[in-house]
């Protein structure tokens, strides 16, 4: 089989968000997905420290650290963009008026339940930021990962073992392997990568997946 | 005459005592009201409460303050950074109490303190560790978690240009926590770049009206700087 390297993902969520869309991506693996947004489609890429209509990374040596993505790296403004302060920045996404977040994760549950936090470890400090708000915020939330852990582990699951983040928010699961949505009725598989069978996919997965109908 | 400049960093922050919660506004380095964490270090006070979205940078300004000893407890949503050593030190053995709170609903919580809200039903955290031994309702067939405000005693913030009444703007996505942080303490701060006539900020165009902030010092210009190049790596 052919997993997706990490850009194939990207340009594979890409594919997904249409122009006019209002869209905040997190940090990490997300962020790669802005790389892939054809230039010819209009998106409006929010950021959660009050940026709509953020940009692409500033030339070497353009940076302004008054200018920074989520993640605190400098970023750009687009012609038409604009700042706002953190109340209304949350309120964009706890008032349902993001289309779509993409966010990675650790686990998803057969229920869209979300971990993407904290692995809960005792020694681990915590730190959420906006992640709970994301989760539950946009009108559809999207996770990206790897369909399995390094040392081959499920991410998806039927219940999650890590603390949640949000329950029953994820709408689509998007892998190396294959793109899956929760649906009310539990998973189904959308679409897998060439020289993979479902059944070879089901057995990566750790809740019960459907074909499509 | 109404002037609410303030001749140095020290005077805006006369008063600030013991025991204090105190709302610093900036995201990572970004708005960050360096000039005003500085004269806090300087000003003594003790066992602080400090509201933030994160819980300092490498050894300077709020990292400074908590290696000082002078903070008892941090309100944050971001402690964990890669340069967050002094709190992390400080946490692990701990000296220091964090108040971990999801980042909207800690802009919300000090955005209700300053809109005179009581409190109010969130989405965000439901059914999370962070949601534990809260009150929840179910309205309208969504499940909400009860959340309270946070109040401060000052609130220091960063903003571009203010006027003698207190009138503010701010630059690019150094605004964050600034205008709500200054509606939600008794004694706010600003520390600006410049101070401006007034009648030189646009009406149309100040994002804090000055009922809102008491006292302005201003530092000359500011511009956020980045990290410091991580060892052996090239500047």
Known sequence: ??????????ARVARDIPEGAYVNLGIGLPTQVANHLPTDREVFLHSENGILGMGPAPAPGQEDWDLVNAGKQPVTLLTGGAYFHHADSFAMMRGGHLDICVLGAFQVSATGDLANWHTGGADAIPAVGGAMDLAIGAKRTFVMMEHVTKSGE??????????????????????????????????????WVEGLSLSDLQSLTGAPLRAPA | MIDKIQSSCAQALAGVRDGDTVMTSGFGGAGLPSALIEALIDQGARELVIVNNNAGNGETGLAALMKAGRVRKIICSFPRQADSHVFDSLYRSGKIELELVPQGNLAERIRAAGAGIGGFFTPTGYGTDLARGKETRRIDGRDYVFETPIHGDFALIKALRGDRWGNLVYRKAARNFGPVMAMAARCTVAQVDEVVPLGALDPEHVVTPGIFVHRLVAVGSTVSIGPAPAKGAKA
């Open chain 1, 1 to 10: 089989m052919k997993k997706l390297s990490r850009d194939q993902m990207a």
């Open chain 1, 154 to 191: 499920h991410k998806i699951v039927e219940r999650c073992s890590y603390p949640l983040t949000g329950i029953g928010c994820v709408a689509r699961i998007y892998t190396d392997l294959a793109v899956i949505d929760v649906t009310p009725q539990g998973l189904v598989a959308i679409e």
